[in-house]
């Protein structure tokens, strides 16, 4: 048998070994995090909604409804009224026709990948995506080819080099870069898609529910619809507080991906319990503004911070702050002293971003008051200098 051990000590040499820590708390602004109390700067539950009692209560009650497992996939018995009425709600918040669940968002990008395309197509894919949207254009077989990140041009150049004009073309992007905060050029990639009868699909797993003035993400910040982008992908274990995640699209689509997409025949449905959550936290998402307005005012009230402070923070306007180190030792130094310090803020290092760009992910909350902005923005300027 292989040994293994010689690259895992390689890892830690390098500063990129990774380890799990437990938590003994809900997710919330301040936790309980190795049997210490921190605030936490590193969870994507952006609309504070995964601790939210009218989440907790409907779940109970769904559990008396439906029990705790839905006992196999959704095209044998696991599929529930509960998991259809939520991709009925999910399809009309997001203004496409229809929308269908998926266990994961892993698995709905990979599903849709390998739905869709062979070997004779083309996929074309932002340098910086996710690394399930990576690893579906991989599994789907199809030509893979990745342009400059965020940058329309080198994609349409790749483009005009596909010599089969009847293959099909799909690019793939994130909606909110996860390690960088930054939104895609959506408008520019929505034109180029049509003038090259290209597919377009959004993975917006950080931008629904905290984008666009009700939430909707990516498409209603750029006041763009389904005719802009066909295909729409988004988790729900991130502002929703749950977990899963759906594709939005055409019926043929939806469709498609029921009859072809192997992450959605051959798996377990999620949990009824979930799905109703899920329609609960949709509900609070459209009828209790006042979640994601508090989490803008935060981002604005964090960068405002940093500027007087003098922390050279990247230019995102998402929850999503990065603060770049660069060497992945220091990274690791100040996330620990942070923590010493009382506050969780996750190291992000390679191979997860390029190598020289390892940074603090610092990610905000409805849920985050200013006093904590106010200690995180005071702790961090004297922990940054060289050790």
Not at 9 to 16: A, F
Not at 136 to 160: C, E, M, P, T, W
């Amino acid at each position: 048998m292989k040994n293994l051990r010689p690259a895992l000590e390689e890892k830690k040499r390098q500063h990129r070994y990774r380890k799990r820590r437990i938590i003994n708390s809900p997710q919330q602004a301040e936790i309980i995090f190795e049997n210490k109390n921190v605030i936490s700067f590193c969870s994507n539950d952006y609309l504070g909604f995964a601790n939210h009692p009218q989440l907790k209560q409907t779940t109970c009650d769904a559990i008396k409804k439906y029990g705790v497992g839905s006992g196999s996939a959704h095209l044998v018995n696991g599929h529930t009224m509960a998991h259809h009425q939520l991709e009925q709600e999910l399809a009309e918040f997001t203004g496409y026709p229809r929308a269908i669940l998926f266990s994961t968002g892993y698995m709905a990008n990979l599903g849709l990948c390998q739905a869709l395309l062979d070997k004779n197509d083309f996929v074309f894919e932002d340098r910086l995506n996710h690394a399930s949207l990576i690893d579906g254009g991989l599994i789907s077989g199809a030509r893979f080819q990745r342009y400059l990140h965020n940058n329309v041009d080198s994609l349409q150049q790749k483009i005009s080099k596909v010599e089969k004009p009847t293959a099909e073309k799909l690019i793939l992007t994130d909606g909110v870069f996860s390690m960088d905060g930054d939104i895609a050029n959506l408008p520019a990639l929505a034109t180029l898609c049509k003038t090259s009868d290209s597919w377009l699909m959004v993975d917006d797993a950080h931008g629904f529910g905290t984008l666009g003035e009700t939430g909707k993400g990516c498409l209603q910040h750029f006041s763009l619809s389904n005719n802009d982008v066909p295909i729409y992908m988004a988790t729900l274990g991130k502002a929703m507080g749950t977990a899963g995640a759906f594709i939005a699209g055409s019926d043929a689509l939806i469709e498609t991906i029921i009859q072809q997409a192997r992450t959605y025949i051959y798996t377990t449905a999620m949990p009824a319990a979930i799905a109703e959550a899920t329609r609960c936290s949709l509900k609070l998402l459209q009828n209790e503004p006042e979640h994601l307005q508090k989490l803008k005012r935060n981002i604005t009230y964090f960068r405002n911070c940093c500027e007087q402070t003098g922390l050279n923070i990247e230019n995102s306007q998402t929850a999503i702050q990065p603060l770049i180190i660069g060497d992945e030792k220091q990274a690791v130094r100040i996330s620990q002293q942070l923590f010493d310090a009382g506050f969780l803020v996750t190291a992000i290092r390679p191979p997860t971003v390029p190598k020289g760009t390892s940074r603090l992910r610092i990610t905000l909350s409805a849920r985050h008051s200013r006093a904590h902005i106010d200690a995180l923005t005071a702790a961090l300027p004297a922990l940054l200098k060289p050790a």
